[in-house]
Structures are given as structure tokens and as C-alpha cells.
RNA sequence: GGGCCUGUAGCUCAGCUAGGUAGAGCGUCCGGCUUUUAACCGGACGGCCCAGGGUUCGAAUCCCUGCAGGCCCGCCA
């Protein structure tokens, strides 16, 4: 059974409806390492409606967080003075809104587009809507059986004056301080420097501490299950504390759980945006088709790293998902894998067979088409003549565009050399010897003769092979290196029928 | 120091929850389709299931002890 399915039905033995939580801070670009969190959400979401439960998908947003640093994509910015600063109230790095919509809105865009529509929460409103008042109050009046369960659990000691609530000085600024006075809901507090300040909790003028706001949080929304790295499930780690603190404290119950591994760039190690070791997950959906980005996590189980390579890998993993794709419409009897199929499915109601452009749609064709074409109308026109597309709809042109697209980014942002061709306007230096030569004429000969397709023209180059004792391999080498410059390239017939006229080819190998 | 995950065919992994004669894809080799930027179809080769112990009639699967790799323990997914 799919890792989706099989928690989906662990869950329903629990109860019927269900609320599945995630969030992440949004202090940086989202990058794909952080699909992970809300696609592995949303499968079980999926999964649990699919088997007659009821189940809503919830994204908070963590803005009441405070800026912790100048990440690198800060720098000369002038964000040192944000530093500390609540996430919703500092400006966006181009001025317009603030810095955790500017981050959050191109995510919710990715979001969209891979079909996956949470409810959000802004946690910073929610604090200000007293949304937490219930739990702040409780965490406030608890502080001695708080501090126990921390220090059990966490093993680490609380300072003497510990409070539960994490302070803003009158800027807004998120400090931490000692606490003068308390008489719910006011907080009377003294700065590193001395300044006293008081906030209004009910207000929420401040917040929770993340080991306090995450069990809240379950609390409020009343999470059953979510979907967490690594770092949250450690012993001792907010998951633990939270178990208790959500009990003891707040009088709830935790979510079931599933622990999910990083997403690591091939070779170099793990996302993370800090670093500037990641790709967004905007920027990847200009690469790949979206269905392709939720077959990435889909596929393998949540506790495996994913080694995430954006050259050469992009082929397997799309070719991957066109090669089971296609097992997936012949076979009946459905596998895990065609779970996982099913689960990438950018709209939840499976199409019948995406069958729309045939053998064109797949990836490696469109590079080979890509390369050689310069317009989407050449392609199209290209697509016709030869008979593999009979018509061109509005549909198919929207539908290849997209297609095109993403081909063309990768080309040109992470395609491995090998894979990159040029037809060449000018005819390339090339020392053909006699015999050689005496090939070329052949080819000619045939090209001549016969009907311009990609079978044709292939079983031209066997036919030559025949009568001039050249293998096959070197007389495909010699057309490539008259055409591209270079002695290898895409699949011969489909390229010249596709791409090139007669004419051109012929006159291009005359010249030699 | 503490913790989590992983260790099964050359590679990537499934199988482990509820023990019952080892699986898939890719690669390799052979054959076919008159063959290609790492295409398609059929077949074959290929594994002391990390090691050692235990439970059991029977263990890749459960328990214990190691070893190796990755990672987490700072409100970093």
C-alpha cells in the first residue's frame, strides 16, 4: 500500500474527520526541500478523502516569527535594523507589501499550480485576533509546571525568571526580558538595557515560544495529523515537549506524525535557503510540469532523502513519470507505484489518458524540437507536415507552449552540455576524406529519392550502410557533424523530417 | 554526548506494520523492431536481503548487540 494510503487508514481508525496541518516560516525564498512538508500533507489529505473520511488541509503561516539574521539574499539590503522584527511588519525587500507576503505570495503561486489548496492561517494575525488567548493565558498561569515539562523533557535548564511569552519592546521589536510584573492579560518587563515595556498578551502584543505556539496551534485548529522534518522529532524535541504541553497544559491531544527527510541538491548536500543552497519551488515549476514536482515526493517513502538533481536528472525523473504514465492507462491491476502516479495528479478527478500530443509531449522529444525550432508555430507547422499532429487546436497550442517552456528553461538554466545541439546557419569546417565522401554522395542519392519522414529517412542510412561497407553508426556521425558540427545529436529521422527541409540537408552535404 | 533514518541485484529502490520458497525500474548481455543525445518490445545474467546472536517448525521481515553511511538536537522543512 501507498505510505499515504497506509497512514490515511491508521487515521480513520481514529475518527472520520480530520485537520492536516503544516506550516512553514517564510523568512526566505520556498524552496523545494519546503514542498515536501506540504505535498507530503496534502497526499495524506488526499488519501484520507479518497477512503471516505473528511479532511482539511491547513497552511500556516508562521509571519508573527521574527527575522533572525541577514540571510545572504539580504545583504546591502539594509535589513540589519529588521532584525527581530515580526516576519508580517517588516517591508519587502522591493518595497511593496511586506517581507512575508513577498515571500509567501510566489509560494502560494507554486502551491496553486500543484494543485494544492490549503486554508492558510496567518499566524500573526492570529495572535492579534486573540485567536491564542485561551492557551497564552493557560501557558501564563502554568509557568512552574511548564518549566518542569521542559526541563524534563528538553533536558535543558530555564533561566531563573523564565516567562512564557516572548516580548515586544515598544518598536515592535521581539526581545527578550525580565519580567517585573504579571496580572493577566498584562505583562510588565525590563529590557537588557532597563527599559521597562508592558504588552497586552490578549492583544497579542508578543507571542508564545515555539515550543509553546506549536501545541497552541494544534490546539486552536485542532490538528490531528501533520507532517514534520527531522529537527522538530529529535528526543527531547518540540514534538515531545509539545505531547505534554498540549496535555498537561492546554488540555488537548497531539496529531498523529510523520517525520520526512531533507531533499538534498545532488552533490552538494541539503536546501536551504540560509545558505543559498536551494532552488525555489517557483523556480522549479519553470522547469518542470507541476505533476512532475508532486511525482518527486510522491514516489519515495517520507523517511528517504531525495537526492534532487536539476541537469541531467531531470530526464530520468521526468521519463520516469512518462514511462509510468503510461503502464498506468495499459494495467488494470494498480501498484503503489501507480499510487503514486495517481497522488501527482495536479486536479484530484484523473484525466483519461493524457494522451493529448502522443509521443511529442515527452520531454526528450520536445528538446529535440526545441533546439531546432525557433517559434512555437514552426513547431507546430513542423508537428503537422509530418503527420503527427493532424490539427492544431487552441487547446493542443496552450497545452505545447507550457510544454516548450519548461524545455527551454532548462536548456538554458541547468541542461548538461551533451544534450545541447545547434543547427548551424553557417556550413561547419569539416575534413571529410574519399570515402567519406563517397557516403555523402550516397546519402544524397537517397535523400533524393525518397519520401521525407522519419522512417524513411532512417531506413535510407541502412540502405547506404549496404552498399558502402560504413557502418551505420559513422554515416549518422558524418550527417551530424555537417549539420550540428558535432559528431552526435538527436534521433535522425525524427529530427530531419521534423526540423529540416530536404532541400537544406541536401545542399549541406553537396557543399562538402 | 543524546536521537532519528538508511544499509536488499552493478545503480535507484519496493517488500518489513499483521514472519511462510527473494521483487521492480535502470544498466549489462542476447534476440527483435532496420538502432541511437541514456528510444521501443522480448529474454537472460545477476543477491551468504550489512554482520553476529536470539525467538520460531520457518526470519529480509520480530528481539538484542555491533558495524557502516546520512542527518538532527539553535523557533533553519
Known sequence: MHWADVIAEKLLEKGKEHVVSSGITPSGPIHVGSMREILTADAIARAIRDKGGEAELIYVADTADPLRKVYPFLENLGYEKWVGYPLAEIPAPNDEGTYADYFLNPFFEALNAVGVNPRVVDN????????????????????????EILETVSGRQLPKNWFPW???????????????KYEWPIVEFEDENGDVFTNNIEKGEGKLPWRLDWPAKWNVLGVTFEAFGKDHATKGGSYDSGVKIVRDIYGGTEPEKTVYEWINLKGEGAMHSSTGLAISANEILEVIPPEVLRWLIMKPQPNRHIDFDPGIGILNLTGDYERVELDYNKNEEKTDVHRAYELSQVDTEMKESGDLLGQVKSYRNLLTLVQSKSSLDDMISSLKRIGILEESTEEIEEYLGKRVEYVKNWLAR??????????????????????????IK????????????????????????????????????????????????PKMGFFLATNLEREFVVERLESY
Open 124 to 147: 500573526y494575525k492570529a495572535y492579534k485576533e486573540g485567536k491564542y488567548v485561551n492557551e497564552s493565558k493557560n501557558a501564563c498561569d502554568n509557568i512552574e509546571k511548564i518549566r
Open 166 to 180: 516572548t516580548f515586544v519592546n515598544d518598536d515592535g521589536k521581539m526581545i527578550s526580558g525580565k519580567v517585573l
Open 414 to 439: 541547468y541542461a548538461p552540455d551533451e544534450i545541447k545541439f545547434e543547427i548551424k546557419k553557417e556550413t561547419p569546417e569539416n575534413e571529410f576524406d574519399d570515402e567519406q565522401k563517397k557516403v
Open 442 to 489: 550516397e546519402i544524397v542519392t537517397e535523400f533524393n529519392a525518397i519520401e521525407w519522414n522519419a522512417e524513411e529517412i532512417h531506413n535510407s542510412f541502412y540502405r547506404v550502410q549496404d552498399k558502402s561497407e560504413m557502418e551505420a553508426k559513422k554515416i549518422f556521425e558524418i550527417v551530424y557533424l555537417a549539420l550540428l558540427g558535432q559528431n552526435y545529436g
